[in-house]
Every structure is written in C-alpha cells, then in structure tokens.
C-alpha cells in the first residue's frame, strides 16, 4: 500500500530509534519502521482486532485508550526518540492533552492529518452543500472517526499557541507528491509535522 505520509515519516525516523505508534491500527507503519529502520517500536490502540493483527505480525502493543487518559502517562519522560500519531489526532476526543502527553515522552513527535481546508473538501460544500469526502477524508459523515476537523493553518496556530517547535513539515495533494508550503492550506489534503517541546 503506497501511503506518501508513511515514505516521509519512515524518512524522517533515525535507525535503531525507540518509537512509540499511538493509533497504529494494524501496525503498518510500525512494522515498516521495524523492517527498514531497525527501530525498538511499540503501538498503542484501543482496538483489539486491529491489535490482534499487530500480534500476528510480531509486532509489541498495548491495548489503551489515550483519549481517555490511558497509557501514555505510564512512560516516564523522554522514554522514546520519537511518538506518532499520524492519522488519529482528528479522531481524538482531547487531542491536545494527547499530543502534549507524547511530547513529554518523547523527544520528538510526527504527527499526520488530513487537511479540512484544501480545494476538495472546499468544493464539495460549496458545490454540494453536504459534508466533504476525499481519499484523505473517506468515511460519511454519520460513519467517520473524525472529529476534529482542522486545517494546516490551524496546527500550526496551535504549536505557536502552546510553545512547540515545528522542525520539518511536508505537504502531499491528492493528486500530486508535493505541496510548497505556501499553497499547502489550500491544496495539501495531507499534512506532516516533525515537531518537539
């Protein structure tokens, strides 16, 4: 499965890093991680059959829910090189609690979301007047695990607001690798940020 979010943060991630997935479904990226960065990885998710199927493959995690305040308060500070949370920040009741959480575990955090403000979501309300779908963005509005619809503009704001460091960032289209960053809340349907606290 080609995920133009998981090449960027495989890229970013230092060989033999200690790393913690927080929503890592079925442990996709994690065994990447493991396979091509020889990383010492763990997954946290709340899903067990998602679990399961980590377990089958090998892979070390822990069934947690994080939004209710679960598991990451276990690690002591800076236990990891690096936490991600690519693709859950929307799905998250307290998302904010969530990813200060894993910036005090860690040295540093990816974090992957869809963008709410590029053209395709824009269109679609304006031209159908219902709630947008895209690739990044796939579920119906009664079905989506999204709840926290936000922009590129909008993650940024928030690390200004709460003192965190944006070290990197990329921009992927839908239709197309890369977005200058200039553009990238308009056109980007995806956004990663490398960041630290």
């Known amino acids: 499965m080609f995920k133009p979010d998981y090449d960027q943060i495989v890229k970013w991630v230092e060989p033999g890093s200690r790393v913690l997935d927080v929503g890592?479904?079925?442990g996709l990226l994690l065994d990447r991680l493991i396979k091509e960065k020889n990383v010492h990885g763990v997954g946290v998710d709340n899903d067990a059959k998602s679990l399961d199927l980590c377990i089958t493959k090998g892979l070390s995690v822990i069934q947690s829910n994080v939004d209710q305040g679960e598991g990451l308060k276990d690690f002591p500070d800076k236990t990891f090189d690096y936490a991600i949370l690519n693709d859950t920040l929307q799905a998250l009741?307290?998302?904010l609690e969530v990813l200060l959480s894993m910036l005090r575990l860690s040295k540093k955090v990816i974090v992957g979301f869809p963008n709410f403000a590029h053209l395709t979501p824009r269109f679609y309300l304006f031209f159908q007047g219902r709630m947008p779908m895209s690739k990044a963005m796939p579920h119906m509005w009664y079905d989506t695990p999204n709840i926290h619809f936000m922009t590129v503009k909008d993650f940024q704001l928030l690390c200004k607001d709460q003192g965190i460091t944006v070290l990197k960032q990329r921009?992927?289209?839908?239709?197309?690798?890369s977005v200058h960053p200039f553009l990238a809340n308009l056109l980007a349907a995806e956004a990663v940020f490398l960041i630290k606290k």
């Open 171 to 177: 921009y992927f289209g839908e239709h197309f690798e």
């Open 24 to 26: 890592c479904g079925e």
């Open 93 to 95: 009741h307290r998302p």
